[in-house]
Every structure is written in structure tokens, then in C-alpha cells.
């Protein structure tokens, strides 16, 4: 994708569908999300007058991050950002060589302090604003998904037993206090496991990949 537009990325590396749909949560009035990460000319983040980092759209739902700082926020084990490297093959809609070599680096990016803050602080906040059983459902997912990327390294972006987040969100909807357990007892869990991944992240091979695409898009895109 190549674009002069200043409401679109310039060349997208990566993109794929996240959110319900991915996680086997969708109904018939679930939007479908998009994720990816895009490319600049390395010139144009050195001026005054620098690109914008992030875009949002709406109707279709699609956010891209520029590659260097979707790097920073994968680095913090951003969830819904970090599922896009752990997504099933059929739901990638555009992968290029870089694209790739950062969905084989994915591993480099996680940190075991960093995963545990992200996906507990990201279900907390569902907590806070529950409302909805949609809320109760990405609650349940967070701390499901980040017990078992803190504990095994790996990422299940696709939910096995899809039936008992919609039950969960319905019940939990009804009895706030049983969501409120669900974290407290997630929290437990996470402080009684030791982790699979490592102290920190191996940034060192998550810098090489960015300079990768720095050279490639050094004076313009090819």
C-alpha cells in the first residue's frame, strides 16, 4: 500500500484482523477491527514537519502504527498490538519480507514483567468501565491470553472455548463481584507462576529489524 494521502500510511509491512473476529467472539453486529504496522521514508521522520506516527480510521475500523513506534509498544507487550505477530495465517491481509521478520522476531519483544503489567493493567481497565458483557468477555480474554503467554512464551490469539467468554460475559454482567474475583484470582495465579519468558527484552534484535527498515525506506518508498 503506497500513498501520498496524508489520512493513509505510507507502505504498510504488516496487517491483519484482530479484536472479536480473531478471537472467535464476533456476532453478527461485531465490527471487523484491523491492525498494522507501516513504513515512512526515514528522511521524513528527521525534518520539522514529521509524518503523523499512528493512523485511525473508522467504517472500516483499521489503526496502523509507523514501524518505530509500534517497536516501543510491542516493547510494553501492548496486547491488542502484540496479537497482530500471533495471528492465524488466514487472517493476514498484507505481509511483506519485513512484515514478516517481525512476526519471526515476536519472541524478542516479550518480557515477563512487561506481559504480566500489560495484560493485567489492560483487563483492570475493562474492570472499571464494565458495563457491558463485551467488557466482561475482554476481561476474562486478557487475563486468560496473558497468563498463558507469561507462562508458556506463546500466544493463542484464537480462544479454544469461545462458548465461555459469552457465558462469562453475560454472568458477570448480572454479578459484577464475580469479575472482580476473576482478576483478583488471575493476579494470584500470575504471582504463583514463574514465567517462561525472560527479565527483559532482547532489544538488541528488535533494533536490528527497525534499522532493516530505516535503510529500506531511507530517501523514499521502493
Known amino acids: 500500500m503506497e500513498s501520498s494521502n496524508d489520512n493513509e500510511p505510507g507502505t504498510v509491512l504488516l496487517a491483519g484482523v484482530v479484536g472479536s473476529t480473531a478471537h472467535g467472539l464476533a456476532g453478527p453486529e461485531s465490527d471487523v477491527d484491523s491492525m498494522g504496522v507501516f513504513a515512512v521514508p526515514t528522511m521524513s521522520l528527521l525534518g520539522l514537519d514529521t509524518p503523523a506516527l499512528s493512523r485511525v480510521s473508522v467504517h472500516p475500523d483499521v489503526t496502523m502504527h509507523e514501524a518505530g513506534k509500534a517497536a516501543r509498544l ?5 496486547p491488542t498490538l502484540t496479537e ?3 495471528l492465524p495465517e488466514e487472517l493476514y491481509e498484507q505481509r511483506t519480507p519485513l512484515g514478516n521478520e517481525l512476526v519471526e522476531i515476536r519472541s524478542a519483544f516479550l518480557s515477563a514483567a512487561r506481559v504480566r503489567d500489560a495484560y493485567l493493567g489492560y483487563a483492570s481497565q475493562q ?7 463485551k467488557h466482561a468477555r475482554h476481561l476474562k480474554r486478557l ?3 496473558g497468563f498463558a503467554l507469561y507462562a508458556t512464551g506463546a500466544l493463542t490469539v484464537r480462544l479454544t472455548d ?3 467468554y459469552l457465558e462469562f460475559g453475560e454472568r458477570a454482567i448480572a454479578d459484577p463481584d464475580s469479575a472482580r474475583r476473576l482478576l483478583a484470582d488471575a493476579q494470584a495465579r500470575f504471582d504463583r507462576t514463574r514465567s517462561a519468558l525472560p ?4 532489544r538488541g534484535r528488535v533494533q536490528d529489524w527497525l534499522f532493516r527498515v ?7 518508498q521502493p
Open 74 to 78: 510491542l516493547l510494553t507487550a501492548n
Open 199 to 202: 527479565v527483559e527484552p532482547d
Open 162 to 164: 469461545p462458548a465461555s
Open 214 to 220: 530505516r535503510n529500506a525506506f531511507w530517501l523514499s
Open 143 to 145: 487475563v486468560d491470553q
Open 84 to 86: 497482530l505477530l500471533w
Open 127 to 133: 474492570l472499571r468501565k464494565l458495563r457491558t458483557a
